[in-house]
């Protein structure tokens, strides 16, 4: 990639490039964390235990805060000229996610200001930013799509993302092992279709999540939550991700002209939007509010089952990294059946840590 300015010009590999975008968004996310940290609990700046949560002591929850600067300072450093137009938008969405989600972690607020602000954010990378679906690649029939119902489906696939990303972040590492996982896809898929500037900013990403993960899973002195920033952050990133997938997608090697784009996508965040949609539908059919929390998400099943936030958590990443595959292996069945096999391997993967409860309970 070339860098440009009336006084210099500068060349440096692809390769290279991603190197040193990762080295330092890892490094700013790395060195943030326990400074906030140490200010958070100062300040009793802290998420306590409660009903439904699955910690016990009172720890700082503004990992967002770093992950935030590692994303924004290495985007616009190493992106490149070639993303200004759709950069600069961005950057306002992930400013208005950030102040937001800091607001809330900070001092709660209803869910009707975050859908708010959400939207806002979003409104401003479909309609400026022009950062919207273009192709359904032959889903239900439907190919190119056009310029209003493009903004609705892409609202909501943001909508769905940004807020299941911030559902799934209910035990150690899980939202953020789930962020490095589906952004190192992403940039592999960028790479092969010669989407350097996105390639760069998903492999940013992944960094600054693998630095938080290590405090969040492994640290004992400085461990740390993503909290609402964070969560909301990796979504709308995620979510742009996905929309650039599906646009771009068709030009890749990886598929047969884009055919299985949409159930490939699927597969890839299967683990925020089924398990989101799964209790979302439970809640419902209980008569309650799809909005009332509880720990009936696969992970508070996991994690009752198998008493440890790490275990929880790498079953569902190899779970989710399965699907991958299987979906890839599998890819030209078409789109339709490749999507409901990927259902239906959720839903019978996702009973499994209720059989085994069951059982362990009535062997008892």
Known sequence: MIFNTEFYEVFLPPNYLIGIACLVSFIITLISIPSIVRVSTIKNLVARPNGRASHINPTPNLGGVAIFAGVIISSVLFTGITTAHELKYIIAAMLIIFFFGLKDDLHPITAYKKFIGQSIAILFILIPGDLHLNFLHGLIGINEISYFPSLIISYVLFLALINSFNLIDGIDGLASGIGILTSVFFGIVFMMVNQLAYAIMSF??????????????????????????????????????????????????????????????LAVLIVPLFDTARVFILRIVRGKSPFEADRNHIHHRLLSLTGSHIKATFIILLVNVLMVTIALIIRNVGTELLIGIILAMAMALSYIPVYLKNRKTDTL
């Open 204 to 265: 940013i990403l992944a960094s600054s999540l693998l630095a938080f993960f290590y405090f969040n899973v492994f640290s004992k002195k400085n461990k740390i939550f993503l909290g609402d920033t964070g969560a909301m952050l990796a979504g709308l990133i995620l979510a742009i991700f996905a929309v650039r997938f599906l646009n771009v997608e068709a030009n890749s090697l990886f598929f047969k002209q884009g055919q299985s784009a949409p159930a490939i996508l």
